[in-house]
Structure formats: structure tokens, C-alpha cells
């Protein structure tokens, strides 16, 4: 889904996973712990049921994908203010995609608005 602009394919879980490592070493540390528990999923949930591993993989890897688009976000913002038509572009997502990886990230008081230019925020990291 989302790729630097240099790469030609989409980065693997663990690439993902190194980079929010790198990025963003709290998140990561509660990345690892839920993909650790994959192989509990794979037995029995607490109700009994049983899941695939398609189905493990799904969800986990979605998760995976979006704290990894909110670490490049934070990245981006740690060297420049930038406004959410500037992130998305300069991550090649969606503007409303973008927007609500910065309004997760503003709740979380990681992103601050740092100044507004022509009626538009433009946010910088915290930290």
C-alpha cells in the first residue's frame, strides 16, 4: 500500500516493522507484541473460535501497514512543518487517509500544529 517514492514494491511486514523499530520504538514495541500472538490466535480465541492464518494475517498486517503510514508521518514531520496536501502527496496517499493518520496522531500528542499558513495547518512532530 504505501511505498517510499524510490521503491518499486510494498515493503514486508518485517521491513515495516524494522523502519517503525527505527521511527517510532514504542509503537513498535506493541507491534511486536501482537504479532507475537499470532500463534495463540491460531489455536483458540478466548470464545473458542478458531482463525486461519489468512484471516490472522488480514488483520495484523493492516494494523502493520497503518502504524507504519503514521511512522513516516511523524518521520516527515520531525524535519519539516507540513500540511496534510503535503504529506499525502509526499507519501502518495489520499489526503482524507492522511488526515486521519494525523488526527490519530494529534491524539495520541504526537503531532502539534505548529503553524497555520493560508488557512492551512501545518504540523510538526513532538519530540
Known amino acids: 500500500m504505501q511505498t517510499n ?3 518499486a514494491k510494498p515493503l514486508s511486514r518485517d521491513e515495516m516493522l524494522a523502519y517503525i523499530e527505527k521511527h517510532w520504538p514504542a ?3 506493541k507491534l ?3 504479532v507475537g500472538k499470532e500463534p495463540f490466535l491460531k489455536n483458540r480465541n478466548v470464545y473458542g473460535e478458531l482463525y486461519s492464518d489468512r484471516q490472522i494475517d488480514i488483520c495484523s498486517d493492516a494494523i502493520v501497514r497503518t502504524e507504519y503510514f503514521r511512522s513516516r508521518i511523524l518521520e516527515l514531520t520531525r524535519q519539516q ?3 496534510v496536501k503535503d504529506l499525502a502527496e509526499a507519501l502518495g496517499a489520499s489526503a482524507r487517509e492522511t488526515l486521519e493518520a494525523v488526527v490519530e496522531l494529534r491524539r495520541k500528542n504526537l503531532l502539534v500544529i505548529d503553524v497555520i499558513k493560508d488557512r492551512s495547518p501545518l504540523y510538526r ?3
Request: glycine share 6%; net charge negative; proline share 0%.
Open 5 to 7: 517514492a524510490s521503491e
Open 27 to 29: 509503537q513498535a514495541e
Open 32 to 34: 511486536r507484541m501482537l
Open 81 to 83: 512543518a507540513l500540511s
Open 125 to 127: 512532530a513532538v519530540g
